[in-house]
């Protein structure tokens, strides 16, 4: 049982990898509330958070777009270490606790999950076959629910009651496991998958071109994005709207905790996608985040009406965890993988920028309620377009 156990854990495949997801997400939920806390604490309101948010984010999204050559040139593996270390960077610039510290600490992380994500997609899509993503997506899930379930609260609880070094270094050991299991595992992928010549192999214009011509990547960038632009309104503004709404900061992490313990449910939703088909998951589970957002806005004068609705709009987000990023897994060419999986993971830095741009704007003229109305709006439009989701998927 220990040998099986083992060489689910230290072999390239579906256990392995989501063991990486969850040493990952462990070392970005401990500080996911307090690097929202210590922002709001350096800046002073919710729009220049939202502003150093959008223009970390600019960077981010330019630089990721050399990120094929980095793979091309060292391989995924290497590429998923160069993302680690950025994760090491992001709470030694957070102790700064001044504003080009939290800038740094916000740069650095989106250079991380950019690193990470792109390499560790290409890992999965290497090694995993094709039938079985379906079930790939549900364990990452599960994985990474257990860290960011307790993650986010046990932070704040160590950066308030204990010392914001203690968070710092739990963040830190989480990102030197997962090097030490990266080192142990050494997935690897055939330099032929990736191989291209003359200038094709960096030409992020022409990848982009190509990107989107293909209307199925079209679609399944554009639900992953409104998907991520809920988890990144969730991560960003509830704790924001804990504190401004006279919870607490450590009740607001409370409240992401409550949100990211439904993820457990996420290989239940899994096996309700492969038995009523992915499509009809996507159009109900945007329509109901979409209605529970809406709701929040009319209710963000009364707390615990507001935290209750906010929750229910995380069972949506679980279910759209489940099945969306399979869209993408079985649309994209294998020749083109680099190319289109860089592209396509820029969805979670464009949904940071787009939400922090227009939350900025609209902090600017209007309340906090504004941020949840205008959420809930785009969801409601993304259940509109998963009509156009194959339904072979």
Known sequence: MLAALSARLFQPGPTAFASLFALEALARATVTVVLAVVALK????????SL?????TCVGLVTSQCIPLLIRRVGPGWTYVAGALCAVLVPLCLAASTASGVLGAVLLRGLAVACGGNALQLLIMSHIDRRDLSKMEPRRVLFAAGMWSFGPSLG???Y?????WAVYGLSIAASALLLLHLAILRPSVPAARFATSGRASFAPIRSINRFFSQPRLRLAYVLNLARENWWSMFFVYVPIYAVTAGLGATEGGYILMGGSLLLFAVTWFGRLGRRIGMRQV??????????CLLLCAAFVATPWIFVGLIL???????????????TFQRAVRARERP????IFMTYRDVAQLVSTSVFSLLLTFFGLWSVFAATGLWLGYCAFLSRWVPRGM
């Open 160 to 164: 308030e009651n204990v010392a914001p």
């Open 42 to 49: 350096v800046l002073g309101n919710a729009r220049d958070v």
């Open 282 to 291: 996507l159009m109900g589970a945007y329509a109901l985040a979409s209605l």
């Open 339 to 342: 190319e289109m999986t860089t």
């Open 156 to 158: 704040i609880a160590l």
């Open 52 to 56: 150093v948010y959008a223009g970390a």
């Open 312 to 326: 229910l709009s995380a069972v949506a987000a679980v279910a759209l965890d489940s099945v969306c990023m399979v």
